[in-house]
Antibody
Framework: DVQLLESGGGLVQPGGSLRLSCAAS????????MSWVRQAPGKGLEWVSG????????HYADSVKGRLAISRDNSKNTLYLQMNSLRAEDTAVYYC???????????????????WGQGTMVTVSS | DIQMTQSPSTLSASVGDRVTITCRAS??????LAWYQQKPGKAPKLLIY???SLESGVPSRFSGSGSGTEFTLTISSLQPDDFATYYC?????????FGQGTKLEIK
């Protein structure tokens, strides 16, 4: 069964840091682009960042560029989101998501998200 | 950034109705559009990709159409499980962007 399980969320003060993890199972992790998508309380979905299968290519929303960093460890089948200089507007449920199609080349490709984790809540507040 | 605008924002309908949700892109995205269903407290679920391709396991009452800047999601005969919020998303170019959502309510 294909599964994604996020962890690492919590309450953090403005300006603080947090690292989210997403443990993947049931598919060839290194062959898939992975992404983070967030949803502020009561609001819509916002794509945050994406990374190619072999980590050579990363992409970010302007709202998080320079503060959030996506990475992956294919030996551990785990995706990460390092969150620094956090702001109140970063408060959201953070989902990791898997690209629909796989590509063993390791290059980045655009695709829909067919598998999502259950989400982890990040609250930035003093 | 490409803006995605859904209409309506809220839709009231009855079981058995045929409903259509529209998504418009601020510039052409070819057919790089997905539709998701989200229920309260749950992660989004992929319904349609590449504008009209039905994701595996999704009931055939869901269908998508369109290209360029105008797209539609149609549910041919609403079932009780379909009452949820629906989002379109473009993945033609960065940053990927979502519509604001359409909440489908029971009339």
């Amino acid at each position: 069964d294909v599964q994604l399980l996020e962890s690492g969320g919590g309450l953090v003060q403005p300006g603080g840091s947090l690292r989210l993890s997403c443990a993947a199972s049931g598919f060839s992790f290194s062959s898939y682009v992975m992404s983070w998508v967030r949803q502020a309380p009561g609001k819509g979905l916002e794509w945050v960042s994406g990374i190619s299968g072999r980590s050579g290519s990363t992409h970010y929303a302007d709202s998080v560029k320079g503060r959030l960093a996506i990475s992956r460890d294919n030996s551990k089948n785990t995706l990460y989101l390092q969150m620094n200089s956090l702001r109140a507007e970063d408060t959201a449920v953070y989902y990791c998501a898997k690209a629909l199609s796989g590509d063993s080349s390791g290059y980045y490709y655009d695709d829909a998200f067919d598998v999502w984790g259950q989400g982890t809540m990040v609250t930035v507040s003093s | 950034d490409i803006q995605m605008t859904q209409s309506p924002s809220t839709l009231s309908a009855s079981v058995g109705d045929r409903v259509t949700i529209t998504c418009r892109a601020s510039q052409s995205i070819s057919r790089w559009l997905a539709w998701y269903q989200q229920k309260p407290g749950k992660a989004p679920k992929l319904l349609i990709y590449k504008a009209s391709s039905l994701e595996s396991g999704v009931p055939s009452r869901f269908s998508g159409s369109g290209s360029g800047t105008e797209f539609t999601l149609t549910i041919s005969s609403l079932q009780p499980d379909d009452f949820a919020t629906y989002y379109c998303q473009q993945y033609n170019s960065f940053p990927y962007t979502f519509g604001q959502g359409t909440k489908l309510e029971i009339k």
